[in-house]
């Protein structure tokens, strides 16, 4: 069991790591749609009275949580994945 979280998490880990990268190298058209969960968290933050201001400290700060919070929205996934193929194979 300890083996199937390591796994898991080392892959949280990869595919945060991975889709920020390609994000940040590819295109600004393609940051919100790989790195959707970052983007996620700047519109919660951002309200009618505290409008978007691109490249201010909370926006920067917000993107950097959001992108935390790919790892463990992976690793669960990754986890998930993992049990169900464990399982079909016996």
């Known amino acids: 069991m300890p083996k199937i979280v390591t796994v898991s998490i080392v892959c949280g880990v990869v595919l945060t790591a991975g889709l920020t990268a ?19 968290v700047q519109t919660v933050i951002h309200t009618p009275d505290n409008p978007i201001h691109e490249g201010s400290p909370i926006d920067l700060v917000a993107f950097a949580l959001g992108v935390l919070l790919g790892v463990p929205i992976y690793s669960a996934l990754s986890y998930v994945a993992l049990r169900r193929w464990e399982a079909s194979r016996g």
Do not use: M, P, R, Y
């Not at 994000?23 to 996620?40: E, N, P, R, Y």
């Open 22 to 40: 390609t994000a940040l190298v590819i295109s600004t058209d393609w940051v919100c749609a790989l790195v959707w969960q970052a983007c996620l």
